[in-house]
């Protein structure tokens, strides 16, 4: 699958992705440098405290006219809970903003991943487990919403603290500041390179969760297999070596991340033990005042110990930058199905379809079909039969553009396909798939997918087409009735009843179906039967049939055989001749020879 060749860190991507939340982003950036502002002021209280103490009428309020030393301090008490307040004020502003944020942010990249994995070609999703998928639009991006929540503001606070406490430093002592900011460039460079270090695994980490719920996503779809052959004990084996697998990953990420705050706590008592030592030797000297000294010792560990926290913080950004690069590694993939401009109206399309030269081949397979030609008149209704892997299947994928010829073209009405908008030449056709999709919703809702602005008479209607509406009337709910996640409360044919509804109530002008009775009781293939006979009339229709009864009123039936037409015509001259179609028609009817 093609991607843009992107080398831009994933923080770099993340940036330019929020550009639509710039301003939210400022905003709380500003209150989270306002916060820890603030929440630094408490150590300057705690010096001016002690300067009034000890120089009492000579204390920094006697320069502003202050001088009476109960009034410095009601005033240092006044200034204490503007600022206790202030900081409370600012804590909640950033969270309610940063969290805001999150939430938006996670729900825009949700949506936008999902909205292009839509638009992908179907190769993409055959290529690609759906676990796989599920884990970059779930886990990764909440991973992203957990590190916005938390991680972001603790990166701004920790900046802000190391650029206020330098100035107030440089301001106080510089000999002190030098001395005490000493271990601050060595705990960059090693976060850095510790950091890059545990980069490579924390994406082993997102492969491996990826994979895991990959296994669990198959195994919970396919749980009436799984019981029907009693092998639970070894889906579990199987979902515990690939558990076991990503527990390692997280354990050795763990490991090596939790090595990081011990580290960095010896590295920052170096220059606290400078701190202290060298400043309390100026200030024994009468170099420093008593007061800037306390300051001093306040505010280094208001700088060197929050850097403990930088491991849990950087941990945090590691894994939300490993899960963003996945989540834009998928807004990036190109699609191969590009969308033409040409609109198409509904109301004057015709369906006639010409198949002009088409070869196809699936990515790394031979031709699976091959120089195939064929023409569907407006309104006909053709069939196309053939042993499993002929190619019928692939003929319905290139007649709705989900996948493009490798040679040759697919002409709709006189003009290619691709030169379609995608979405408006689709809208023209209904589609009946072998294996009915319904969604976890009501019958209603179900059948109005192929129409949602659809009134309940014209449901009504398309059911007792279908002939599923005397089902649906004896059920207690009646068309509200829920059907369960796939439609697993319903039979196949009752599935595929509703499929067929759907397709109807769309009206579109050409219909195709694939396989639509091949799974189905006779009962229900005869109802299926009576409904095609209503509904492709005075409409293009396409057929492909296991059970050659579906098909033997067709105007036109196509047998295919290793990608080419061996044989065409119609149900009764086909078994006039000595052809393959004959032979598959006595086949299935119990007749002896050919």
């Known amino acids: ?75 240092l008490g006044v200034i204490t809970f503007i600022i206790w307040f202030g900081e409370s004020l600012f804590e909640y502003l950033y969270k309610i903003r940063w969290r805001g944020l999150a939430q938006e942010i996670q729900h825009s990249l949700r949506l936008d991943c999902y909205s292009h994995l839509q638009d992908l070609e179907l190769e993409y999703f055959e290529e690609r487990q759906t676990g796989g998928l599920m884990a970059v639009l779930n886990n990764d991006i909440n991973q992203l919403e957990r590190f916005l929540d938390t991680g972001f503001n603790d990166l701004i606070q920790i900046s802000t603290t190391v650029v206020a406490i330098s100035g107030m430093f440089f301001v106080l002592s510089p000999e002190v500041a030098l001395v005490g900011f000493i271990p601050i460039p060595l705990i960059i460079i090693f976060s850095i390179k510790y950091q890059k270090y545990l980069e490579k695994r924390y994406v082993r980490m997102r492969e491996t969760v990826g994979i895991m719920n990959a296994k669990l996503s198959n195994n919970l779809t396919g749980i009436s297999t799984i019981k029907s052959y009693t092998n639970q004990k070894l889906e579990i084996n199987r979902i515990s070596e690939a558990s076991g697998k990503y527990k390692s990953s997280n354990i050795d990420v763990i490991k090596l991340s939790s090595a990081f705050s011990p580290l960095i706590r010896m590295i920052i008592v170096m220059g606290f033990l400078a701190m202290l030592i060298m400043g309390g030797q100026l200030t024994l000297n009468g170099e420093i005042e008593v007061a800037a000294y306390s300051v001093l010792i306040f505010l280094i560990q208001r700088l060197l110990w929050p850097l403990t926290r930088l491991g849990e913080t950087f941990d945090l950004y590691q894994r939300a930058m490993a899960s963003t690069a996945r989540a834009l590694d998928l807004l990036d993939t190109k699609t191969k199905i590009i969308t033409g401009d040409k609109p198409v109206n509904g109301d004057h399309t015709k369906g006639e379809i010409v198949v002009k030269n088409v070869t196809f081949n699936y990515k790394s397979r031979a031709a699976v079909l091959q120089n195939l030609d064929f023409k569907i008149e407006s309104g006909q209704t053709v069939g196309f039969v053939g042993a499993t892997g002929a190619g019928k299947s692939t003929v319905l994928k290139l007649l709705l553009r989900f996948y493009d010829p490798s040679e040759g073209s697919v002409i709709f009405d006189g003009t290619d396909i691709r030169e379609f908008k995608l979405n408006d030449y689709r809208k ?87 396989e639509a009775t091949s799974s189905v009781d006779n009962e229900t293939e005869a109802a299926i039967q009576r409904s095609l006979e209503k509904i492709t009339l005075d409409r293009t229709t396409i057929l492909i049939a296991h059970r050659l009864s579906t098909i033997k009123h067709a105007d036109t039936i196509y047998v295919l055989d290793s990608g080419k037409i061996i044989e065409k015509g119609t149900h009764d001259e086909l078994l006039e001749i000595d052809s393959y179609y004959r032979t598959l028609w006595n086949v299935q009817t119990g007749k002896k020879g050919n």
């Not at 992705?17 to 603030?38: C, G, H, M, V």
């Not at 023209?428 to 059948?447: H, M, S």
Request: charged share 25%; hydrophobic share 45%; no cysteine.
């Open 1 to 75: 699958m093609e991607k843009e060749t992107n080398q831009d860190s994933p923080i770099v991507r993340l940036f330019r992705y929020t550009k639509p939340f710039r301003k939210e982003l400022l905003i709380a950036t500003l209150f989270s440098i306002s916060n820890k502002l603030l929440d630094l002021a408490p150590p300057v209280l705690i010096g001016a405290a002690v300067d009034i103490v000890v120089r009492r009428e000579d204390s920094v309020f006697a320069a502003f006219g202050i001088t009476d030393l109960m009034d410095q301090i009601y005033v």
């Open 428 to 514: 023209v056709i209904g589609f009946v798939p072998q294996d009915a999709f319904l969604i976890d919703g009501t019958i209603r809702e179900n059948i109005l997918y192929g129409d949602p602005d659809a009134k309940m008479d014209a449901v009504i209607h398309a059911a007792q087409i279908a002939e599923i509406y005397d089902f649906i009337e004896e059920l207690p709910e009646g068309f509200d009735t829920l059907v369960g996640e796939r439609g697993q409360k319903l039979s196949g044919g009752q599935r595929q009843r509703i499929s067929i509804a759907r397709a109807i109530l769309k009206d579109p002008p050409v219909l195709i179906f694939d």
